[in-house]
């Protein structure tokens, strides 16, 4: 199975536990790997044969707006079943992280992979 990625996505959105937290825009950063057969697409040249990432990554944003939960780890789940569902992919990877939420870190996050990687 081929892949389509999507690296360094970055949504501004409310994620958190803390009240303050609900009340303020925090920015995630999405990472995405996405299992596809790309030749499909390859063979005459057709976008409308493989995943759109510029599309998805819209809806990602869109996703994570309509859906505000407390925890990444939520977040991310959701949103591959949702990809999964709306785009039927096979397998995916989703790696989300929360830049500035932890002192003296890059980022914490979390990464979950689903489906089955033929």
């Known amino acids: 199975m081929d892949k389509v990625y999507i690296e360094g ?3 501004q959105t409310t994620i958190g536990f803390y009240e303050w937290e609900k009340q303020i825009k925090q920015t995630l950063i999405f990472d995405l790997t996405l ?7 390859a ?4 976008l409308d044969k493989t995943l759109d990432y510029a599309k998805i990554s819209e809806d990602v944003g869109r996703f994570a707006n309509a859906n505000p939960v407390d925890l990444i780890e939520t977040l991310a789940e959701r949103l591959a079943n949702y990809l999964m569902e709306t785009y039927h992919i096979p397998w995916l990877k989703i790696k989300v992280g929360k830049p500035g939420a932890v002192h003296n870190t890059i980022t ?3 990464e ?3 489906g089955t990687y033929a």
């Open 9 to 11: 996505l970055s949504i």
């Open 35 to 41: 299992g596809w057969d790309i030749s499909k697409a």
């Open 43 to 46: 063979e005459n040249d057709e």
């Open 108 to 110: 914490v996050g979390v």
């Open 112 to 114: 979950i992979e689903r």
